[in-house]
């Protein structure tokens, strides 16, 4: 349909949520005014509690019956919104503007099959038969790039991994061919080379069908890929709008400036912390005597003479590891773990996958070791092992120079989503007092100890001592991460595993987190290992990085030498699917992405990891 109005118009757009008593609330949205062009694509970018997404839902009138106040104008294809009838708003949803959520699990019904739901969503709106619903839904299924769409249409959602959900849920946006598509946070939970064919997806129906599209995004980088207006939200309030390239690159507010400041990029000059060497390489550990790591799913590491790889060099001057606790037999330089041909399989007979095949790392104390892969490469199964929270099949890991098996003292882990890892019924301070209460914790009956010792983390990671009787939903997602750096540090340990502690975080709130890791490295000397699939964030934090595929190690070194000189073409991959902030030249990627694609040298995930485990390519020293 072609016209000549706006296809979007929000005028003074104003909401309020009620809070505390009768008559109170709170402000969201204040005052907000764009408008949308057919076949054009506005980004709403800002931090979390900026208001976008309140903006968002304005859109298609969900604030309605909710018991918030809602004022100024909102026309969506030419329907007032907010004084649309029941009936129109249901004609408006779907028919003219989709929405595609952030969390495709939590929009997605769990017991009924993908299609059926699809189907089921174009009945509503479109009518027809069953039979004439289940082939469109097939058929947008196939649009969106999922693979034997027939049969996967059958899939329920737990079948399907990350991005081939949210491609569902974009197919589901698309099956009653709105003119509007408005997208949450599509790709915040996707690895890098997931989020650029969601991406690139997005922009090819734009083309080919003429969306008009609304991106709602923390991700500045995000925005450049995938739009041609970006609109700067803060406390509620529009504090910036313009083209995307004049925003991103000569932004007038301060608020944008700081924004884009500390969005992690590949390219940023990073200072090395004092006594860490960046430059030296650590090889694979030695293979203990008696342990057999012979077969072939085992890969072997090379150096660039192509022999076996020397022993891991000692600290390098300067570093001080006086203060840490060291276990007894632990020289200074030792690493703190090693792991030497770890395997874990899950499943059986034809459904058995190899998720880690055969890996070998170290750390050391007051090093930072990098593990980048896109979801189901194996890095997470690889830092519980290193933890203890899963028992490899086979293989060995070493805490302090002494095999161990299980979760042994002095080792920690942070993880991703710390709503689903903090007791919603227990104060915070009680969480973080749970490793100070354990059998065999100094003065673990000493319960004034105790909380003397709780209220000095939590200043120590940025939050107040008089928090510690508050829960965790009185805390912004940022500040429920300190919470678990704060638990993870309670019982000193030597090594804390960090999986994803950033990935669901603002880029300013995740620039606080990850400085606050730093700081906590360099004063206590801990080992830390950061699982991300943000390349950039691993580059600002780590000294070390190994990259995963397919349940191994494709390559590993120093994070300079590795993303300044990639030696492993799925490297090379990941670094090019990376965001960039100039728009020129994230199209100019998005065109190389189809080329490759096109001439079918890129492999889908799912191919990695049945093609099973591949060569570590070492670095040159």
Known sequence: MTTTEPLVEVTGLVVDFPVGGPGEYVRAVDGVSFTLEPGRALGIVGESGSGKSTVAAALLGLHHGTGARVGGSVRV????VGAASPSELRDLRGGVAAMVFQDPLSSLDPYYAVGDQIAEVYRIHAGGTRRAARARAVEVLDRVGIPDAVRRSRARPHEFSGGMRQRALIAMALACEPRLLIADEPTTALDVTVQAQILDLLHGLREERGLGLVLVTHDVGVA????????????GAVVERGSVGAVLSRPSHGYTRALLAAVPRLDAVRVAR???SRALPVPAPQTPAGLDVAGPDVPVRLNDRGSAPDPAPQTPAGLDSAGLDVPAGLEPGEPVVEAFALRKEFGRGKRRVVAVGGVSV????GETLGIVGESGSGKSTLGRMLVGLLEADSGQVRRGGREVSGVAAGVQMVFQDPVSSLNPRRSIGESIADPLRAPGAAGRRDEAAVRARVGELLVRVGLEAAHYDRYPHEFSGGQRQRVGIAR?????PRLIVCDEPVSALDVTTQAQVTALLAELQRELGIALVFIAHDLAVVRQVSDRVAVMRGGVIVEEGPVDEVYDRPAHAYTRQLLAAVPALDPALAAERRL???RVLGAGVQEDLADAVLAGPREVVARPK
């Open 362 to 365: 170290a750390v050391r104390a």
């Open 77 to 80: 294809g030419g329907t007032d």
């Open 592 to 594: 190389g992405r189809h």
């Open 488 to 492: 993870a540090l309670a019982p000193r």
């Open 274 to 276: 004092p006594g860490v």
């Open 224 to 235: 450049a890929e995938s739009v041609d207006e970006v609109l700067v939200m803060r406390d």
